[in-house]
């Protein structure tokens, strides 16, 4: 799982950090979102990548992160995940308004470009 | 005891019940929503300024306040922090706050309907950032902060703020990422993200993990870095603040502050002298600052508008801060503190005076009988001409124009750091300061760079706004005074006055200072004060039983 999950992330963060290379700001926006997940789920990654462990303590278990997966990070992940999407949402309005006013799509708004 | 106790939020809370209420009101009563806007803003500095003498007042510990969020003990609950540093900072973001805030009810205030409830989000995201003691809580503020900045940067609207808080916008959120991930691995490797936890987590980490533990903190010391507009992450900046409306700028300089307190909180707290691995990214700082003095001192001189000379002026005192902060020398730390103050309130009054500038320049004329004095003196035969005949004498300097030359003077004096307000002070302080420390450090050589640097950027700053101070006062043309109501006046003038208090009680000033850089490279004061700090008993939170403590 642990493959899995960094060849995921991997993909992700490359493919975010390519599109925001690009001059167009719907590629910038699509990298930074790809980016978000890349993030995301490396926060989630750093608690125990663990199947059926209870985040709870349970008096039956000794208390070890073997036997628990760490809430924390689940936390920290929900939070970013709000903060990401709000400022998302945000910059989409802003990159809407250059959009408006420029008339193309470019970061630069270079007038003439299409 | 009792309410005081709860003072610590206040910062906090207080903005952000302000905006909710600032919503509330809508597009109408904008009398009413100015009138809270400054009250709160007035309030909030009067609460910076007693949690400040609060945190002074108390010579027996460190004076550390520390205020559990919900009630729960230190590494579980998140925690706020007044020491003498936030407690300072606090009373920064009031002052200069408040000048933005008068400032913006004479004409920016009006612009857009949510302007003032983006201000006080923002305030609550700075005085949050500047009191928090949790890692992931510190992200959430630097959130609220920035998205409310968002906002407040293209207030106005208009193509060059739109295209530049585009890219502000977008380096921002990278530097977002960036912050979470040196975050979780910070919490990968030590199971904490409470600071003061973490400060006495890492000499417990073994030495192979130590590298994970080093990549994180630079990590995250990237996007604080990105955020103090350290060169070369920082060519975001002057385009974005020289955009921006005037009020707004002033309040960005603040933001700047907070990438710079974050690095200095988080590099004394994880990598004391005492660590495992003493002054981690010391080098980084001190030579990155030197490369932003640098960069930030070549800006300046080739910014043509006034505007850009002062987003320039704002990376040149990052890049001193960071300089000075990389030395690690408490001293160097303490006259850096007073510099900061300084240099805050400096370069946010010429924010505003530069607006007036270019008013005066954009301004096809005055109204007729603004001033009697604007009116030409009639002709007679006596009357010495000019080439074209223009009369040379009796043609009346406007007093409004020479009350904002003497304001751009001012301003100039202490941005640039010259005698005798608080700008030179500040750089006396630090140049002596650093001058004793050449004695001790490893690296005598950059010792000398900064000191050599800081006088070239006093230069560089003095020659870029004499030039523009010519080329707006002096030209030879019927240069018009610009209307300037009185309440843009008393914000440029409060500021201004703030900057003069600097200098006249520059003695308490830089005794606050050095006290409150002891207290930041002796981190185990802040540790040992939050983690000692106890719940309070109540119906849900009985009480609990305390070890007994053995002498």
Not at chain 1, 49 to 61: K, M
Not at chain 1, 72 to 93: C, E
Not at chain 2, 49 to 67: E, F, K, N, Q, T
Request: hydrophobic fraction near 55%; glycine fraction near 8%.
């Amino acid at each position: 799982m642990e493959a899995l999950l960094s060849l995921v992330i991997g993909v992700l963060g490359g493919a975010g950090v390519w599109l925001i290379l690009q001059p167009r700001t719907f590629q910038l926006i699509m990298g930074l979102t790809l980016l978000t997940y890349a993030v995301n789920l490396f926060i989630f990654s750093v608690g125990s990548l663990f199947l059926d462990r209870p985040p709870l303590i349970d008096t039956a278990l000794t208390p070890t992160l073997e036997h628990y997966t760490d809430p924390v990070p689940q936390s920290l992940v929900l939070t970013a995940i709000v903060i990401g999407f709000a400022t998302t949402a945000l910059f989409l309005v802003v990159l809407l308004a250059a959009r408006g006013l420029s008339g193309n799509d470019h970061v630069d708004g270079t007038p003439g470009a299409s | 005891m009792g309410l005081l106790a709860h003072l610590i939020v206040v910062p906090v809370v207080m903005p952000l019940v302000t905006a909710a209420l600032l919503i509330l009101l809508g597009n109408k009563h904008k009398r009413m929503k100015s009138l809270l806007n400054i009250t709160a803003t007035v309030l909030g500095l009067i609460v910076a300024a007693s949690i400040l003498r609060s945190v002074d007042a108390d010579p027996s510990s460190s004076g550390m306040r520390v205020y559990l969020a919900s009630n729960w003990e230190a590494p579980f609950g998140i925690v706020l922090v007044a020491d003498r540093l936030s407690a300072l900072l606090l009373v920064v973001v009031g002052v200069v706050s408040l000048g933005a805030a008068l400032y913006a009810e004479a004409a920016w205030g009006r612009a857009g309907v949510y302007f003032h409830a983006l201000f006080q989000i923002q305030l609550m995201g700075l005085n949050g950032a500047f009191l928090t003691g949790d890692l992931f809580n510190l992200f959430v503020f630097f959130e609220v902060m920035l998205a409310a900045s968002y906002g407040l940067q293209l207030h106005g609207s208009g193509w060059p703020r739109v295209r530049s808080g585009m890219h502000y916008i977008a380096v921002n959120l990278l530097a977002s990422s960036l912050f979470l991930i040196g975050l979780a691995m910070l919490y990968g490797v030590t199971g904490t993200l409470s600071m003061a936890d973490l400060a006495s987590k890492v000499a417990l980490i073994p030495a192979s993990d130590r590298g994970l533990l080093h990549a994180g903190a630079a990590i995250l010391a990237v996007a604080f870095l990105t955020k103090a507009a350290a060169w070369p992450l920082n060519a975001w900046l002057v385009p974005a603040y020289t955009a921006t409306s005037a009020p707004v700028a002033a309040l960005f300089a603040l933001m700047t502050k907070v990438g710079v307190y974050a690095l200095l909180r988080c590099s004394t707290l994880l990598f004391s002298d005492t660590s495992p691995s003493p002054r981690f990214g010391g080098s980084v700082l001190l030579y990155g600052g030197l490369l932003t003095l640098a960069f930030g001192a070549i800006g300046v001189l080739s910014a043509r508008r006034v505007g850009r000379v002062a987003g320039f002026s704002l990376i040149v005192s990052s890049g001193t801060l960071l300089a000075a902060f990389g030395l690690g020398v408490p001293a160097v730390t303490a006259a850096a503190l007073y510099y900061l103050v300084s240099a805050t309130f400096a370069v946010s009054a010429l924010f505003l005076v530069v607006e007036l500038l270019e008013r005066m320049t954009t301004q096809p004329h005055i109204d007729a009988g603004a001033s009697p004095i604007d009116v030409e003196p009639e002709v007679d035969e006596d009357t010495n001409l000019d080439e074209e005949e223009a009369p040379l004498v009796g043609r009346v300097f406007s007093p409004s124009l020479a009350r904002l030359g003497l304001t751009f003077m001012v301003c100039m004096l202490l941005v640039a750091g010259l005698p005798p307000l608080s700008g030179f002070i500040a750089k006396v302080s630090l140049l002596t300061s650093i001058v004793d420390a050449a004695r001790t450090t490893p690296t005598p050589t950059a010792v000398w760079t900064m000191a050599a640097l800081l006088l070239l950027a006093t230069l560089a700053s003095t020659i870029a706004l004499s030039t523009a101070g010519i080329r707006h006062f002096w030209k030879n043309s019927d240069r018009l005074a610009p209307r300037i109501q009185v309440i843009e006046a008393m914000a440029i003038v409060g500021l201004l006055a703030a900057c003069m208090a600097l200098t006249a009680w520059a003695e308490p000033v830089l005794r606050y200072t050095r006290a409150a850089a002891n207290d930041l490279h002796a981190p185990q004061h802040y540790v040992d004060a939050v983690m000692s700090t106890q719940p309070r008993p109540g119906p849900t939170r009985p009480v609990i039983a305390q070890p007994p403590v053995t002498p």
